[in-house]
C-alpha cells in the first residue's frame, strides 16, 4: 500500500487527539484529511498530523457532506486508498498491519466490533445497513463519481454498494479491523 487517505467528517474536535493517536501508520504511508462541520476551524489545539479544513455544507447529515469535500483533497496514484474514519472512533491498533500488504486487491472490508468488544457487524455482504463507514476502505482508482447522498443517514451504505459493485478483486478479511463509536 503507497498511501492511505484516511478521512474524517468533524463535529467532535475533542476527539482528534485521541484519534491522531491511534494512527499506527508509518509517517508518509498515510495522509489524514479532517473536514470540520464548520464554517472556520475550532479555536483549539488540532494535530499536526492531519489537513484541517472548515466546510458546513447544508442539508448534509451524519457527515456525509464533508465526506464527499474530503474526497476532493485524496492523493490519487497506484496504490492509494481511501478509509473513512469517524470523529468518535480510533484507528483499531490492528487495521495497518493486516492490510499493507494487500495490493493485490482493491476493496477491502472486515468485522467490526462494539466499543465492549461485541461482533457488531460481520458478514460479507456489502450493503445498506450490513456494512459501516469504517469497515470498508478501497483503492482511489474506483472512486469515479461516486458521492455521498447528503440527507441519508444511511449513505455510507449506498457508497459502499455502489464502489464494492465496481471493484475487480475485492477481499473480505474475517477479523476485527474496526470499532464502533469507541469514543463514546
Known amino acids: 500500500m503507497k498511501l492511505l487517505n484516511i478521512i474524517t467528517p468533524c463535529s467532535r474536535p475533542e476527539n482528534l487527539h485521541k484519534i491522531a493517536e491511534s494512527i499506527k501508520i508509518p509517517e508518509g504511508k498515510y495522509k489524514w484529511i479532517v ?41 490519487y496514484g497506484k496504490n492509494n486508498w481511501i478509509y473513512f474514519n469517524d470523529d468518535d472512533t480510533t484507528i483499531h491498533p490492528d487495521l495497518w498491519d493486516s492490510i499493507c ?25 456489502v450493503a445498506v445497513c450490513r456494512i459501516d463507514s469504517h ?11 461516486s458521492k455521498f447522498i447528503l440527507g441519508d443517514y444511511c449513505a455510507y451504505g449506498h ?6 459493485q465496481k471493484a475487480q478483486k475485492p477481499l473480505y478479511i474475517q477479523k476485527v479491523l474496526s470499532t464502533y463509536n469507541s469514543l463514546r
Open 35 to 75: 473536514v470540520h462541520d464548520a464554517d472556520e476551524l475550532p479555536n483549539i489545539k488540532l494535530p499536526e498530523n492531519a489537513t484541517h479544513i472548515a466546510k458546513r455544507v447544508e442539508s448534509s447529515v451524519a457527515g456525509h457532506g464533508q465526506r464527499n469535500f474530503g474526497l476532493e483533497h485524496i492523493d
Open 135 to 145: 469497515n470498508f476502505l478501497f483503492k482511489t482508482e474506483l472512486l469515479g463519481s
Open 159 to 164: 457508497f459502499a454498494t455502489e464502489i464494492y
Open 101 to 125: 500488504e494487500l495490493d493485490q486487491h482493491d476493496f477491502l472490508h472486515f468485522y467490526q466490533e462494539d466499543k465492549d468488544h461485541n461482533i457488531r457487524l460481520c458478514n460479507d455482504d
